[in-house]
Structures are given as C-alpha cells and as structure tokens.
C-alpha cells in the first residue's frame, strides 16, 4: 500500500507513473469501502481522485492554495494531506467532516459547502498575496454544476480582469447534482466535442485565457497541464473532462443517484438502510395531482430537487410543469415571481440552508410586489443536517421577518397537506412553508382547509396558568410537554401557531385573562425568531411571563441532536420540569 | 407638442421618422427640465430615450411586455405610457415614482429598484405565458452595468436554455453607476469594435442568439432590429449600443456625476443645494490613511462606491488598494473573506439595502469561518433612501442573527471613527458597522478606542426607574427624551448599547435593583430586532417592563421621514409622554 504511508503532499511528488495509478486505484479502493459503511458524497470524489493527484504533484499546497467548490470533492485532497487514517481506518472515520476545514489541516482554507463560492473566495486569497508580495499559485477547483449559481458566474467575470495569476480547474463532469440545466452546458458540451476549440467559450468571454484537458482522469495530461499554468501570471482556465462516479459502475450508470450515497451493499449498490419519508411522498404525489389539474402550475427545482427527492421519472410525469434551473437559487426566487405575476402557480422547492442565498430576492422580488408563489422549505430543523455549512435551523429570523410574506409552520403531514394546497390555490400572498421534520404523528385536531385568515393561531387545548406555543415541529413537542403537565395537576393550554410571520393578538391578548406563564417552542435559533416576538408582544405586561424555547445563536458541527436538544431543554421533561419550578418561584 | 398628446403607446405607432426625432427632442428637453428642478436619475433615462420609442412602436405593450432592469431608466417608458403630466407638469411630478411600478400603469409588472433582476423576472412571465398557451413577446432591458451581477448571469443561462420567445435588449452605454470592472466588459468592447463579430460572446456562450445594433440612439435601426426578432421563437439578444446621458453635454462628459443627480442649474450643471456628508468625508480619510500605513488594507466597492462619494480621484490615489468588483454584492463578500484569511485587511462598504444580496455569504463565507473582513453598512436609517425598493431598515434583524459576526451601530463621528479603526486593526471578528444617520452632534462621553469586549454596552448617564437603550442613530433620541424626562422630575438611565448583535446580561441584570421600565428604541423594523432581544432577556422578570420603539414589518414607498416617525411614536415629545403615562400606569 502506498496510501497509508502518505502523510503529505510531499510524499507523492516523486512519484512514477506506474505509483501514481497504483494510488488512484487504492485511494478509489479506501473510498469504496468507506462510503459503503459511512455513507457520503461519492460521484464528486471518485470522478476528481486523478486530477487531485495532479494537483499535489505539480503545486506545493499550502504555499500554493488550492480552493474547493462546494468541497463535496474534497476527500482525495484529504487523504494525500495527512488525513488518510480518516479514510482507511474504519475505526477513524468520524474524524474528518466532509468539507474542507481549516480546523483539520493548514492545506484547508475555509469550511465551505454552498455551492459556486470557490473563485471569489480564491479572488481574495489572490489579491491578499499580491498586496503583501508574495507569488504562490492560487487555485480554484469548481465543478460543471457549480458554475450555474450566480457567485462564481460574479467571481468569473472579476478574475477575468486580474491580471495576476490565477488558476481555475473547470471539472466538467456533465452533471450537477441532477443533470445539468442552462444555456451554457450547451456550450460546454460543444467544447467538449471540439477539443476545447468551439468558438462559443463563456471563459474566454469573461476575459480568461483557457486551456482544455480531454481525458480528466488521466493523471499525466493533467499534471502536464497543470505544469504548463504553474506560476502563470494572468487568469487561466484549465478545462478539464472527468467521469462522475468512476471506478464503480453503478456510479457510472447513474451519477444522480451516486452523487451522494447513505451506507450501501457494494455488490449490488443496494442501501442498507432504505428510507422513505412521508412528507416527500405526500408532496410527490401532491406536485403530480396539481400538474395534472392545473395547467398553469409549475414546481420549480434549483439542482437539488429540494429534499423531495423527484426522481427522472417523476420529473418526466411533470413534463413541462417542471423546471429545474440549475444551482441557481436567486433566479428560481425571481422566476417564481414572474410566474405568478404571469398568472402561473409556481411552487419553488429547496432546502431551508439554501433559502439563506435568497433573502434579497424574497423581499424585493417577492415581498414588494406581493407575488403569490410558494416556496416550500426542505431540512429547516435541528434534527436534519449537522454540518456546520448546511444547518437549516437560522430561517425564522430571515423571512419571518420580511414583510407581505406568509411563513407557516404546519405540524402534522395532514396539517402540512392543507397548507401547501391552500397556498397554491390562493393568489393573494407569497406564502413560504417548512416542510415538518418529525411533527404530530396524527393531528389532535381537524385541520383547517383555509388560511387566509392571517395569523389565527390553532388552539390545540384550553387550559389554564400555563400556555404552551410550540410551533411546527415542536407543536408535539408542546403537547408532549402538556400531557405531562396534566399528570401533574396542570391542565396547560397548548397552541400551535401555524403562522411564523405574525401574531394571533386576539388570542395572546385573551390568555392574559387566565394565564400567568407564557412558552414558545421553536425548531431554530431564538435570536430574532418566533418567541422574542411574544416576549416583546408581552413586554408592558408585569402579569404574563414568557420563557422561550429554541436554539441560542451559534453554529454547531456534526453535533448530536438528542445532546443539542437536552443542551437546550427541547424535552418535554426539561421543558416541566422548568414550568413546575417556575409556578413556584 | 406631440409628448403632451401621448396618453398611450399606441398614439406613437404610426409616427414618421420626423415625428419620432422630434418626440425624443421633446422627451429630452422634458426630462431635463424636470430633472433640474426635482432631480433623479439622469444618464440611463437621457440614453435609453430612442430604444423606448424603438420598443413601443414595434411591441404591442401591455400585451407584449417590457421588463425594465433596475428600472432607473423608465422615466422615458413613463411617458409614454399614459404618465406624461408627470413629466411636463411641475405640479405633478411626484405623481410618479422613480422606478417601474405596477400600481402606476398596467404597462409596469414589477416594483424594481435593485440591478439585475429583469431576466429572471422576465423569464417566469415567460413560462406563464408559454403554460397557458399565449403567444405576446417578452422582452428584458438590461443594461452593461447590470450584467456583472449574479442573478443576471444566472438568468442568461436559464433563459439561453428555454425554448420560446424570449427578448433581451442589452443596453451597453459602457458605463455602470462608476465605470465597468470585470473581465466581461473588455469582451463587450470587442463587440462593439467588430460591429457586432468578434468571437468572444457571452451571449452566444450562454446559448442564446445574438443580433448587434451599433447606434443605439438611432431610433430607426432599432425598429428594424426590434421588428426583426419579434414573435421570435428563440431566446435572442439584442445588443445596442447608446450614450449615457446623450443630449446634455455635461452628463455626456461626466456619465458616473450625471448616473444620478439632485436638483442642478441648467446652464452649468451645478448643484443647487450641494452637501458633504460629514459621515462620508470622515470614512474617506481615513481610507486614504489606511492605504498609506498600512499595505494589506483594502476597500471594496461593488459598482456603487457604497454611499461613501468616492471620486475618481480618491480612487486612484487608492491604487491597488481600492477594489470594484461592479454589481457583485455576493462575490465582494466572499473575495473579502478570502482577503482576511489571506492576511489583508477589506473592508467593503455599499447600502444597507444592497446589503440584503449577501446573506448566505456573510453566514457562510464570512461567519463560519470567522473571517475578520469589515463590512460598511451605508443608510441603514429611516432617514435616508425612502423608495420601497431602496429602503435600509431592515438590516437588524437581517445581521443581528448571524452567528460570530459583530454587528456595531456607534452613535456619533467620533464613535463611527472608533468603531472604524478597531475594526480594521483587530483580526479576531467579522464586523459589520452601520455608518450613523445623524446621530449625536457630539458625543456625550469619551469614546472607547476598544470594542474587543463584545457586548459590553455604554452607560451614557446614571439614573433610576426608567432606562432607555437608544442604539446607534437612536442614541440622541434617547439622550433627547432623557433630557424631557429629567425636566419631569425623572433622571433616566440612558444607555447606547453600540453592539447590536448581543446582549450586554451583566448590565441588563443590574438595571434590575434600580429599573421597572426599560424603552428600547432602534432605526429599523422591530420584528426579529434588538428591542426583542431585550424584552426576551426579562421575559421571565414580572419587575421589569420593556417597552420597544422601531417601526413595525411593514413596507413604505416614498414616506415623509417625520410623519413615520411620529406615526411610530419615534420622537423625544412621545416617548416622554408614552413613558409618563405608562410610569402611571
């Protein structure tokens, strides 16, 4: 084995050919195995290990930087930099996030994981070291997919006028998370069909010299590639041509479903674990009943299908009803406004971590023309994604807080159902929905068919001293915290809120006549969120006190979320044992 | 007169070559003459003139339908779209607002104010119109300066892909808000050098077609290249090429003074009211003083020099020092993350409403990585840009809530000043810092030279029973109403908290022994912001009352500062009485 005895990029650098293909195929063998028992990125890894080879080879990291895109690719460059233990050594593999993450290593320089970030990112590395008079190279590695999304289209055309040296490895692997969407993948295909000589070259457009690499998991085309733009004193851009999911056919076959992997079976590709839930069957089904019903209804995709997990034959039942515009959030949000001010029912799709990239677009495009799209919010919870760049728990301060729009939380998957229908079929408001994670098993109420009448909460139960307002996800989490409340001798008032974006005054201003003890619950950070609105709503009253439950304003990283919960008594234990103590104070 | 006569397009259609240049004579001599007086935006609306005739006689609007980018150079489409009185009578010329507004006219779609946004926009009414079986042309105006901004690029892509008429009129005046800065805008000039021919084409790159119009002020080619891709069935641009501010020889020779300009002297271009903004000159010094001391620093502008007025003299007294990245909010944020991590020192300034692009940029890019880039943050107040596309108070709620990122509000010049200078010299936070609106005359005590005790609030006076927690540009205010209060017999606490983005807990629980009423009062919306914080804080105090003053979520287009104000009880005189009477109470 070559690969456990690298503990730098230096180790490699002297490297025959014959070894530099002998460690290709051990790196492809550690990933394998690993993914099929860790479960993670795939396609991204297996298609770049090559030319991440190429790379330490030729450039001496960490003097020369190199930035990765997304850094779902990242794996490669973690095991040829002292990280291998992490990739071999089942009893390690928790030790490295599947980011860069400059906390494990100097050859890492920013924890990243939104797309299309790499090249301004690396623009600021580039201009820092021309300031200070320094000569490294500077190096950004960004896919096919990534160059759709708006920042690294910005960042291309502010390179393009640097006249210092900067390096831009294109890895054109055909596919974004799904397959690729716009007007320039045409292009690309083009100058993948021409040996890099179409006349149509968006780089070259930009201002940026370019160059083209055929074979991009040929480790030595590469490295002579590479060699030729070391130290290159203008922007550059080195096309280079891979094969998504190489080395193991079913990745091969299907890039989409390889993209990422949760653990599987080697032999047959199969998951150990399938899963399916049911807030995604039930919007599939939804989405497939309304094309059907409503030519004028559109579901709107940005690369990521939103966590509702389309797949090409359900995207192919939607026909023309579907859209997928590529990593390209800030359009679809635009777009879904055109859409419905066009008289169209769009539905724009994606995860709640990605919605961060769109407050503008939401306010602006959105909210001051009060357009009535719907925009349906996968993964905004503490019990979802739990790395540090794709948290979905910061939503409630970014658009609860915009004017015009409607921010609903429902709690039960019939509660969840009803909303997204009422929102479709209503032209009066935006209206943003949080798809439930967890929630009610079974509503303890009959769900409302209408919403229109903005922020009437839902009196789950009447009681009395105490009320509980759990919102969304923690609405169960309330009734939980209720029901154990009554065993104690307190019949608590519980109240889903539904609405995020505004109050129910009548009824906040009707609990003072029997309540002394105010909770909110909510799925996300406290700062700026649901519950400080009811604390303030309460502020004069010197009879009502309001405790709020929820997250405190920090980034967490592959934590827990039993731990988190219990850090921050999210349990309905915690949450009566705080009331009982509190009714006694 | 033949404008006077115009109440819709349609009374153009027939017009003779000699009528239509006497129509734009006439247009310009208006547009002048209302400028003069009211001011407005000049050099996009003085160039665009021939284009919009071009349009309305040969696309059937509001059928057809014209989608302006950013919308600052609709002044002329106004006029021809049954708004002329607002354009020829003195009395009515605040009948309109500035930009395109679909409760003005049925031939507007979208309230617009920031740039890059009418692809994306356009390419939705597009969609609609293609679901439900219409056939009316969509037609995208955009300008050069527009182009270098994400959701623009992203826009071309999606729009390069989509299979139906699909118009975009890319007004190339060679000119943004400052010059062009990108690698694109060379490219752009070669287009213009070869009519049109030479290869490099973003355009064509983002697969669309491409047609090339030389003289863009000629209205005549432009109706025969208008006419030649109407009914199009195929995404196609136009490209035409006009003089920014054509026909008025200063903004002709001074195209970025003449982008926007208050009311002037016809004869000599002269500022009728001409003011320096101490705020300003103050933030350019010290720029200019960075620079020379200090190699690593660095100023960011994204096209719009940020509201800090910076000359093309200062600017190249800047060298390489200073940074335009054009419109490309998304990526300065990032290129100054990966400035700090480089070693330098940015800062990048623009409007707090420009501010809204980046949130997922200043969270990922900046605050997951704890990068220490400074971020400045210019009329973030009521009492500054008051168009509802352009409005800058809703930064708090927006900012406050990201983890690791110090959000500062000082509250006079010599504050601002501090705030400033720690910012750059210290490496261990992301800052943002709100540029004061007003503020303290002078501070009412000595500045701090250092912040690096986060959260750590200023007590301006001492006093009992009554605090008032005045931020930033709110800090006078409450100085002011403290000054009322004392002539009642109250001495109120008075406390200018500078850090908006945390709590100072030690001061807030010793404002308990003494305090029952605390008043927040900050310059932004009070949903998701720091008043809520507060009142959370004591939420479990049945001692303490906490009243918040702010405005609520809610949109305002064009309002008189001083009556929002009152309206929102934000003036010492109410404050007093509210507290007088609560104090009663």
Known sequence: MYLETITSPADIKSYTVAQRTMLAQEMRDALLKRASI??????????????VIALHTVFDSPTD????????QCYPH???????EAYINEAQYDEVSGYTNPEESPHDFFNVGHTSTSISLASGLAKARDLAGRRENIIALIGDGSMSGGEALEGLNVVGEMETNFIIVFNDNGHSIAENHGGMYRTFKELRETNGTAEDNLFRAMGLDYRYVADGNDCEALIAAFSAVKNSTKPVVVHIVTQKGKGYQFAEEDPETWHYRMPFDIETGALKHPYTDPYQEATKDFLKEQAKTNPNFVFLAAGTMGGIGLSPKDRAELGNQYVDVGIAEEHAVAMASGLARGGARPIFGTYSTFFQRVYDQMAQDVAVNNSPAVFLSVGASIYYMNDVTHLGFFDIPIFANIPNLVFLAPASLDEYMAVLRWSVEQTRHPVMIRMPVGGYEESPYPVRTDYSDLNKYQVVQEGADVALIGAGNFAALAGAAAAQLEAEGIKATVINPIFLSGLDTALLDRLKEKHRLILTLEDGILDGGFGQKIAAYYGMDTQIRVRNYGLSKEFHDRYSASELAREYHLTAEQIVADTLFALKG
């Open 78 to 84: 973690k095991m040829l930099t002292g990280r291998v």
């Open 38 to 51: 860790h479960g993670g990125h795939f396609g991204p890894d297996f298609g770049i290990i090559e030319a």
């Open 65 to 72: 930087k190199i930035i990765y895109d997304v850094s779902h």
